[in-house]
């Protein structure tokens, strides 16, 4: 078990451009969770997949950001059109949901440091 | 509608002395409560939870939290501060009636704790 990883831990990129995250969850965990953390904040749920299938947006992920688990594996986040706003911590989480609904705990990854310049 | 609130900004503590960050929640149905901590720059690790039983929880690194239904509380605790518990700390909720966003986690503010040696 090697836990949640997440790539890049920094990125640094000017507004108007595009960015990409990724995230590799534990293994054989079948759900995956992202979330935005904003500087004295905790954090707050942007989405959630369960194995391949996106199945619920938060109001707060605006048509600019995307997500994607394309085999039900790692999943990729991206935002267009970066504006500073979008400056934040995001992280991702994965759990498997062995136990009652709601009782599973999540992991979380070390997290993506985005900055808009 | 699910909340938490962590009263405390930040909780100042000698080393050796017993440390408490508080925590209060606010479900409709049964809470599944959690504590998080985070380094700076860093994700945030699995402490310890509550789901149900015995209302005193043990956790990782010495800690432990008290479950009190009748005050809403779940504040943690730790008999003996380490000048390395400095860091930031989350509680988390879930509500058991509430499985919209996959039981994504409804996070506190976060309460900085500051151990001095």
């Known amino acids: 078990d090697t836990g949640v990883s997440q790539n890049p831990r920094h990125k640094i990129t000017k507004r108007g451009q595009n960015v990409t995250f990724r995230c590799d969850p534990i293994?054989?965990?079948?759900?995956l969770y992202w979330y935005r953390q904003t500087l004295g904040q905790g954090p707050e749920f942007l989405t959630y997949?369960?194995?391949?299938?996106?199945?619920?947006k938060s109001r707060l992920l605006s048509d600019r950001f995307s997500a994607e688990r394309p085999k039900g594996s790692f999943s990729t986040l991206e935002i267009q059109r970066t504006e500073q706003g979008d400056s934040a911590m995001y992280l991702c989480?994965?759990?498997?949901?062995?136990?009652?609904?709601?009782?599973?705990?999540?992991?979380f990854g070390p997290g993506t440091r985005l900055t808009v310049l | 509608a699910q909340s938490v609130a962590q009263p405390e900004d930040q909780v100042n503590v000698a080393e050796g002395n017993p440390l408490t960050v508080k925590c209060t929640y606010s479900?409709?149905?049964?809470?599944?409560l959690f504590w998080y901590v985070q380094y700076p720059n860093r994700g945030l690790q699995f402490l310890l939870k509550?789901?149900?039983?015995?209302?005193l929880v043990k956790g990782s690194y010495g800690f432990e939290a008290e479950f009190n239904k009748s005050q809403t509380s779940f504040h943690l605790k730790k008999p003996s501060a380490l000048v390395s518990d400095s860091a930031l700390y989350f509680c988390?909720?879930?509500?058991?009636?509430?499985?919209?966003?996959?039981?994504?986690?409804?996070f506190g503010k976060g309460t900085s704790l500051l151990v001095t040696p």
């Open positions: 989480a994965s759990t498997t949901t062995s136990g009652s609904g709601g009782t599973d705990t999540q992991y």
């Open positions: 293994s054989e965990h079948n759900r």
């Open positions: 997949f369960q194995n391949e299938a996106q199945l619920e």
């Open positions: 479900v409709s149905g049964n809470p599944y």
């Open positions: 509550y789901i149900t039983g015995d209302n």
């Open positions: 988390a909720v879930r509500d058991s009636l509430n499985s919209n966003s996959g039981y994504a986690l409804n």
